[in-house]
């Protein structure tokens, strides 16, 4: 089945780009996505990629998709204290066909002042 | 109205209590979940409803028991829980459950067990 692989921790200063990496095992998924988790929230879906794009922009947000290295990223420009949260990459377990969004551990972003 | 909301918010409950936990969506989504989530930890998949149907049950211990009323509704019901299931449960909602789909979650509950 699916296996997502994220680092745990990214320290950005206020203002400068943070990326948040991502790899996953499954080359058959299909959509890819990033939530954004704040302290005491439930999980917001923040943005998605479809498999047949290599790149998506909404405004502060880039994600990048490389499909041959099965690497996922996701970039904010102009990191502010808001973007203090836990984000989490998915992608559906395709290969098994049972249903399942399969999380990575979740990258916690830190800003410095 | 693009919410899922979760009563209650907080919840703390002795090893004897029988609780509930609800969820409600007007999204007009078919497919409805319940997630557990530890502190630091991703959350875990513990049951889908599929158009009122259980369609996951992802061998969760029984003294979690799940309730669909109707396609807005999803109850958790609580018995004789351990500490150890002290976490923070997620309801979510989706088009129709077909798991490539986009997951809309609700607050949670924070649980606690005395």
């Known amino acids: 089945g699916e296996d997502v692989e994220q680092s745990l921790f990214l320290s950005v200063r206020e203002g400068d780009s943070s990326v948040i990496n991502c790899t996953y095992t499954?080359?058959?998924?299909?959509?890819l996505y990033w939530y954004k988790q704040e302290p005491g929230a439930g999980l917001q879906l923040l943005t998605y990629?479809?498999?047949?794009?290599d790149m998506k922009q909404d405004q502060r947000l880039t994600v990048l998709l490389n499909k041959k290295d099965k690497h996922l990223s996701l970039r904010i420009a102009d990191t502010q204290t808001g973007d203090s949260a836990i984000y989490f990459c998915?992608?559906?377990?395709?290969?098994?066909?049972?249903?399942?969004?399969?999380f990575g551990k979740g990258t916690r972003l830190h800003i410095l002042p | 109205d693009t919410e899922v909301t979760q009563t209650p918010k907080h919840l703390v409950m002795g090893m004897t209590n029988k609780k509930s936990l609800k969820c409600e969506q007007h999204?007009?989504?078919?497919?409805m979940y319940w997630y557990k989530q530890k502190a630091k930890k991703p959350p875990e998949l513990m049951f889908v409803?599929?158009?009122?149907?259980?369609?996951i049950n992802e061998s969760v211990p029984s003294r979690f028991s799940p309730e669909c009323p109707n396609s807005s509704l999803l109850n958790l019901h609580l018995h004789a829980l351990q500490p150890e299931d002290s976490a923070l449960y997620l309801c979510?909602?989706?088009?129709?459950?077909?798991?490539?789909?986009?997951?809309?979650f609700g607050s949670g509950t924070q649980l606690s067990v005395l």
């Open positions: 979510a909602s989706s088009q129709d459950g077909g798991g490539r789909e986009k997951l809309f």
């Open positions: 499954d080359s058959s998924s299909t959509y």
């Open positions: 990629i479809f498999s047949n794009m």
């Open positions: 998915a992608a559906p377990n395709d290969m098994n066909r049972d249903d399942k969004i399969i």
């Open positions: 999204m007009g989504h078919r497919a």
């Open positions: 409803y599929s158009y009122e149907k259980l369609s």
